[in-house]
């Protein structure tokens, strides 16, 4: 019993103790806002004095007023501030944005300068590309091959009307050079099957100049002449080409196989003919050696002997021959022939 009836004596002081705390702090509570009511209600006065010699004023305010003034100061700042922040930040994305306009103005500036550049190029690839259909033979519009997009041609594709942008003009440009270049593939391809074809010709016909190198000059024409030996005038069946000195390489002027190979004293010297196709022969005289033999397959510029002194002669050079058939016909009309193509069609 002594136990519990000192729990309860504890209990009680404990309670006691709280509701003294209780008092205590309610009381303080009090006490401070009696201190701030006091402060609001008290009147201040202030007073404005010039630096002149004129009067002084001066007027009074309570505390609640200056309060409330000085919260109305401090939540429109705070308003101010809540609100600005959204245009100060929009501002900066469109700082951003000024700058990302920029460069994208600088790219397309460059791609229409660009643009301008691949117009001049397309231009002159049209002259040349024109210019080398109308040698080969090969007409633009009858072969239906260079055409732009619905049925115009390059002239339309440089007076494009410009936008009010400006900005569609380059895209519609590089759109028409690509329907231009792909329509202008067909005519190129038609070029190369043509080259291949007249290349695959001239490698079967004399049309190459007899001596490695196209060194030498021609020292007696065809046709008629004043012979050497005898000074009464006859009839050269070729040309000769000299360098002044023996031992330059003489090649093939044509693909083809050599069917004589022999020795004239009286005439020709060491000589070579080989048989082409299309009716060819080609002779070549006065060698000072032979580098092929008879059954010999050649190809064009292949090295088939030497400049020579060999025979009637006097002095180092080659007697060149062309044989059509059984007519003797004039070489210099197929030498360099391939050269003379190839410049015609630039």
Known sequence: MATVHEYKKLENSIVQKCGECATFIVECVIRFFK?????????????????????????????????????????????AFRYTMPYESAGGKITYKD????????????????????????????????????????????????NIALGEDLSTFFNIPTTADGVLQEVEDIRQLSAYLSSAIEPVREIGTI????????????????????IGHVSMFFGQNRHPFTG??????????????????IVATADGQVVTVDYDGAGFGNYVIIKHKHGFYTRYAHMQSVRSKVGDRVQQGEVIGYIGNTGLSTGPHVHYEVHIGSDIVDPNKYLNIRSNLTRNTR
């Open 232 to 249: 009464q005038y006859y009839i050269h069946k070729g040309i000769d080409l000299s360098t002044y000195r023996q031992g330059d390489p």
């Open 99 to 146: 700058s990302g306009l920029e460069d994208t103005q600088a790219n397309l500036d460059e791609l229409r300068l660009e643009t301008a550049r691949l117009q001049s190029a397309a231009r002159e690839f049209e002259s040349a590309l024109s210019a080398t259909l109308a040698a080969l033979g090969t007409n633009i519009a009858e072969k239906n091959a260079v």
């Open 195 to 214: 080259l291949d074809t007249q290349s695959a010709l001239l490698n079967e016909i004399p049309s190459i100049w007899p001596i490695r190198g196209g």
């Open 35 to 79: 201190f701030i009511f006091a402060i609001l209600l008290r009147p201040y006065t202030i007073v404005f004095v010039p630096h002149s010699q004129k009067k002084m004023y001066n007027f009074q305010i309570s505390g609640m007023f200056s309060v409330a003034f000085i919260s109305g100061i401090v939540f429109m700042s705070w308003v």
